[in-house]
């Protein structure tokens, strides 16, 4: 838990070594769950943070039909609801996207850690930042852009993220989503999605069946979706 802690805070935040000391002693514990598992619901009070270790996460809002909306997906390294150090009461779910293992980390820990180590704070609040901005861009990319663009920039946005946090093969990342789930992340009825992902096939630049996305064509993907990867605040390039 400690080392993939303390590399995911390094791709947008100096650490010194009394800050990875400080992660180090940091208590938690590992709790598996299965596809469509709640890790947190809408509405919980946790006490705890949850760090990603294995497989995929997704945050979601829960809506009166009892439809999703997918806000964010989240993989090795994330803490999708570092949110809940700040706020009282979660204004939404996280849920396991296939099988995930996690480790909860306690509230108390984490802000007993922050006292002593400021800058590991900072670190940890620059993470919900990032967050934000990538809620931000989702705003944008469901609002803004054509379906084609917004299935490209979303494959764009995960394969980035992974191989930042070098969880993603040379062009293949394990993407744990069902077609439904896509759809809902991307405010698309399944026939779109099915219609669009076809469209994106043919050009030759991305793949994505039976759980694995395969990039095919970098640059012509990334155009496809008007992808700028400023917003993630990745401080090491990856080679794509």
């Excluded at 590399?7 to 800050?19: A, G, I, Y």
């Excluded at 390294?77 to 996280?94: E, I, K, R, S, T």
């Amino acid at each position: 838990m400690h080392r993939v802690l303390t590399r995911k805070l390094r791709e947008h935040s100096k650490l010194v070594d009394e800050d990875i000391e400080r992660i180090t002693k940091l208590s938690y514990v590992v709790r598996q769950y299965e596809a469509n598992d709640d890790l947190i619901r809408q509405g919980d009070r946790p006490k705890n943070a949850v760090l990603v270790l294995s497989g995929m996460v997704g945050r979601y809002h829960l809506l009166g039909s009892g439809r999703r909306q997918y806000l964010s997906f989240h993989m090795i390294g994330d803490m999708p609801d570092a949110q809940g150090l700040f706020l009282d009461q979660m204004d939404h779910a996280v849920c396991a996207l296939g099988r995930a293992i996690v480790a909860l980390v306690p509230h108390a820990d984490i802000v007993e850690a922050f006292k002593v180590r400021p800058q590991l704070g900072f670190a940890v609040w620059r993470e919900t930042l990032i967050d934000a901005a990538i809620f931000r861009e989702a705003i944008t990319n469901n609002s803004a852009r054509g379906v084609r663009a917004r299935m490209a920039h979303l494959f764009c946005e995960l394969f980035y993220r992974a191989r930042a946090s070098r969880v993603a093969d040379h062009d293949q990342l394990a993407l744990p989503l069902t077609l439904m789930q896509l759809g809902e992340a991307l405010a698309m009825a399944i026939a779109t999605v099915n219609r669009t992902l076809l469209q994106l096939r043919t050009t030759g630049s991305v793949d994505f069946r039976d759980g694995t996305l395969t990039i095919k064509n970098w640059d012509k993907l990334a155009k496809l979706g008007e992808f700028d990867p400023g917003y993630l605040h990745v401080k090491k390039v990856p080679t794509l």
